[in-house]
């Protein structure tokens, strides 16, 4: 693994947004708190998500995440967009995440595959699909690591 990539997601919690949450004890702040008993839960339903706003420009280049099993999205749309403000979302990539307890890691595509040249200033995780019946999502950990411009 590249050493020289730096965490992309920022610790001012306005700076992190979620589709739902199933109750207080799993909110948001969970998904950045570095705590590994604490979690985010969404509530039911499909196409949850999280909406996360870098603090410059960026290049991704690599998720980190660890799911609950039985609670994963395995299947996630990665998109991007260069405005924070009023982003306007184009569809960079896909990751599918096994249903499992442990940390999985994506490599993300770094060519002018979908991703404008400048970096982007946003960037959406969809779990269109979820092993849970009810499709909640349950993430421990969430790492999105790359480059700032």
């Known amino acids: 693994m590249d050493n020289s990539y730096v965490s992309l997601i920022s610790t001012n919690p ?60 395995t299947k996630c749309r990665v998109e991007v967009s260069e405005s924070s403000g009023r982003p306007e979302w184009q569809t960079w990539t896909y990751i599918h995440p096994e249903d499992a307890n442990r940390r999985q890691t994506f490599d993300l595509i770094t060519n002018s595959d979908g991703l404008p040249g400048e970096g982007i200033q946003s960037m959406k995780l969809v779990f269109e699909e979820s092993s849970d019946f009810y499709g909640r999502i349950t993430i421990y950990e969430l790492k999105i690591e790359g480059v700032l411009l």
Do not use: M
């Open 14 to 73: 306005q700076d992190v947004k979620v589709s739902s949450t199933l109750e207080k004890s799993t909110g948001k702040k969970h998904l950045t708190d570095n705590n590994p008993e604490t979690c985010w839960t969404s509530r039911q339903g499909p196409a949850q998500y999280i909406h996360l706003t870098f603090e410059k420009r960026a290049i991704p280049k690599r998720i980190v995440i660890i799911f609950q099993g039985g609670f994963v999205g």
